[in-house]
């Protein structure tokens, strides 16, 4: 079962707009971690954000988790057409993943 | 340093029939996780094993079986194959189970399997 559900399922945007996505999950985690996936190919790990972090930066990316809502949000800023591709927060459960439904992302240039 | 390759990339199967897949880790990685994704959903977990033992089992049928070699690489065995079992088959790899905990996963680029 998905542990995680993504919002929103789809989003277009233009190059150099802003790309939020929001996962909420169910059970208390460790970790949340964010995936990319480029045309239904291998998953990259993107940033990881332990349960007692809030907001943590890599570049680009910004992520920030709020555990007494159990939810978290990914935000690209200054998006490129090389950030199209497919996003999935995923939470550790006893050293397995348990992955959301995911987020699609186009960004037209 | 190779990352985690997967063979086939591709593979065509009729119902009934048995497939094998395989994964090799990144060198010097323990541990090999397989996931299932269904097109238009996320990926979801099959099996992970751990020097050689299996650590951990998703909800899948038993005609799901894995395996891991001395070597560290892994096989993953679908038997009486369902259209259902269609699906891109994910190998992750790390140093140990737990390094998740920290790092994340390395995952390979995946074998596409079509049932027929």
């Known amino acids: 079962s998905q542990q995680g559900e993504e919002d929103p399922q789809a989003l277009s945007i233009q190059e150099g707009e802003n790309a939020t996505m929001n996962c909420s999950y169910k059970?208390?985690?460790?970790?949340l971690q964010w995936y990319r996936q480029n045309s239904g190919r291998g998953l990259v790990h993107l940033i990881l954000?332990?349960?007692?972090?809030r907001e943590k930066h890599s570049g680009r990316l910004r992520v920030t988790l709020d555990t007494s809502k159990k939810s978290s949000s990914l935000l690209i800023t200054a998006s490129r057409a090389a950030d199209t591709a497919s996003y999935f927060c995923?939470?550790?459960?006893?050293?397995?993943?348990?992955f959301g439904t995911g987020t699609r992302l186009q960004v037209f240039p | 340093d190779a990352g985690v390759t997967q063979s086939p990339t591709h593979l065509i199967k009729t119902r009934g029939q048995q497939v094998t897949l395989r994964c090799s880790p990144i060198?010097?990685?323990?541990?090999v996780s397989w996931y299932q994704q269904v097109l238009g959903q996320g990926p979801q977990f099959i099996f992970q094993?751990?020097?050689?033992?299996?650590?951990g089992r998703g909800n899948f049928p038993d005609r799901f079986s894995a395996r891991q070699f001395p070597n560290y690489s892994s096989e993953l065995n679908v038997n009486a194959l369902l259209l259902g079992d269609s699906a891109l088959y994910l190998c992750?790899?790390?140093?140990?189970?737990?390094?998740?905990?920290?790092?994340?996963?390395?995952f390979g680029s995946g074998t596409r399997l079509t049932v027929v």
């Open positions: 059970t208390s985690i460790n970790n």
């Open positions: 094993y751990y020097e050689k033992e299996e650590r």
């Open positions: 060198s010097g990685h323990k541990s």
């Open positions: 992750a790899s790390s140093l140990l189970p737990q390094d998740s905990l920290i790092y994340g996963y390395t």
């Open positions: 954000i332990r349960s007692n972090e």
């Open positions: 995923a939470t550790l459960l006893t050293d397995k993943l348990i």
